[in-house]
């Protein structure tokens, strides 16, 4: 994931724009799971049961599913991290996940162009709609995780 601390404001394109907003989201939720113990880490803090652990899981998936054309079995259980999932493994299986979907989103001359998606019903999306969706879903995502956050140790910030 790139490293950058704000999109650049003049002089990018489109898609590089869209690109390093997204990677700014993905590196922020990838964080939010630095530090928190055991079992803290995997435990849900809201009635639904959603934990840190849980929604970098389910990003990863979300991120497969747009970009590589993966589609899980069960939505459910992406949010679910089981117990042989660590940290460590969850976080590098999203790094690596997001490795690959900058990979086809680089790869992609047109936004206009269909993304990459599993098999379903309907007109595939365009890159630039998985793009802005991406945008949405991982910034929602990063939100809980803020509050997740902040409820097991207070820290707070990006």
């Given at each position: 994931?790139?490293?950058?601390?704000?999109?650049?404001?003049?002089?990018?394109?489109?898609?590089?724009?869209?690109?390093?907003?997204?990677?700014?989201?993905?590196?922020?939720?990838?964080?939010?799971?630095?530090?928190?113990?055991?079992?803290?880490?995997?435990?849900?803090?809201?009635?639904?049961?959603?934990?840190?652990?849980?929604?970098?899981?389910?990003?990863?998936?979300?991120?497969?599913?747009?970009?590589?054309?993966?589609?899980?079995?069960?939505w459910q259980a992406t949010f679910r991290p089981s117990p042989e999932d660590t940290v460590d493994g969850v976080r590098t299986d999203y790094r690596k996940t997001v490795e690959r979907a900058n990979e086809i989103i680089d790869a992609c001359p047109d936004l206009t162009l269909p993304a990459p998606r599993a098999r379903r019903r309907g007109p595939v999306p365009s890159m630039r709609w998985v793009l802005v969706h991406m945008i949405e879903e991982t910034g929602r995502h990063a939100g809980h995780a803020d509050i997740l956050r902040e409820r097991i140790d207070g820290s707070t910030g990006r």
């Amino acid at each position: 994931m790139r490293t950058n601390t704000a999109p650049p404001h003049t002089g990018a394109d489109e898609k590089a724009v869209l690109r390093n907003v997204l990677d700014q989201l993905r590196n922020s939720i990838a964080a939010k799971v630095d530090g928190v113990p055991e079992p803290q880490v995997r435990t849900g803090g809201v009635p639904s049961g959603t934990s840190l652990l849980g929604l970098l899981k389910h990003l990863a998936s979300v991120e497969r599913f747009y970009l590589l054309g993966e589609e899980p079995a069960d939505w459910q259980a992406t949010f679910r991290p089981s117990p042989e999932d660590t940290v460590d493994g969850v976080r590098t299986d999203y790094r690596k996940t997001v490795e690959r979907a900058n990979e086809i989103i680089d790869a992609c001359p047109d936004l206009t162009l269909p993304a990459p998606r599993a098999r379903r019903r309907g007109p595939v999306p365009s890159m630039r709609w998985v793009l802005v969706h991406m945008i949405e879903e991982t910034g929602r995502h990063a939100g809980h995780a803020d509050i997740l956050r902040e409820r097991i140790d207070g820290s707070t910030g990006r």
